[in-house]
């Protein structure tokens, strides 16, 4: 089946305003993952969901981000206020459950704060 | 708290030549897992190779085998018979059972034609 998805794939926007950014994980999968890459770096783990259980938020940076999930379908990322320190790509992933291992990327957003 | 060490960042191997990507890692669990992702420039992260800990066989992959060394705490890829495709950032990830993944900084590798 499809992959997972990511939109969009790229995102310019002005120091300040908000974001959302959209994560369509593969039909099926539990788990959901939201990880920040900045430039030339690895990936920082931002938040979890597992089904309708409380989010791991531990991750996130600041009050600024949040995530939503609607059930075991798609997930939104919103940074508020966005700052230039915030410019990187977004990975999402997925997982059949949060005990299957094996996590599945998206092709992630490449956010740009001027 | 886990961390995950690649010492290397930018590697480069002649094409059919082999190469191997060196990772460590630092954890006090016993039962982890552990992966190898490729990151081509088009940017999707795609699984490689990966290692259960409890496992003491080495995953093998085709042309990619890793070299899982649990009380050094290491786990290097070997990449084989090298392409032109195997051009890509790799990252090496540690995960416990039902956490979060902790990567790498990652590797550069560039296959010379």
């Known amino acids: 089946g499809a992959g997972v998805s990511q939109s969009p794939s790229n995102k310019v926007t002005e120091k300040g305003k908000d974001v959302e950014l959209r994560c369509d994980p593969i039909s099926g999968h539990t788990a959901l993952y939201w990880y920040r890459q900045r430039l030339g770096q690895g990936l920082e783990f931002l938040i979890y969901f597992q089904g309708n259980s409380a989010p791991d938020k531990s991750g996130l940076p600041s009050d600024r981000f949040s995530a939503e999930r609607t059930g075991e379908s798609v997930s939104t990322l919103t940074i508020q206020r966005t700052q230039q320190e915030d410019s990187a790509v977004y990975l999402c992933a997925s997982s059949f459950s949060l005990h299957q291992e094996t996590q599945y990327f998206g092709p992630g957003t490449r956010l740009l704060v001027l | 708290a886990q961390t995950v060490t690649q010492s290397q960042p930018e590697m480069s191997v002649q094409e059919a030549e082999t190469v191997t990507l060196s990772c460590t890692y630092d954890t006090s669990e016993s039962n982890y897992y552990l992966f190898w992702y490729k990151q081509p420039p088009s940017r999707q992260m795609i699984l490689v190779i990966r290692?259960?800990?409890?496992?003491?066989q080495n995953a093998t992959e085709n042309r990619f085998s890793v070299n899982f060394q649990k009380a050094a705490k290491s786990f290097s890829l070997k990449i084989s018979d090298s392409q032109l495709g195997d051009t890509a950032m790799y990252f090496c990830a540690f995960m416990k059972r039902g956490n979060q993944f902790y990567f790498g900084t990652g590797t550069s590798l560039t296959v010379i034609p």
């Open positions: 290692q259960e800990a409890y496992k003491q």
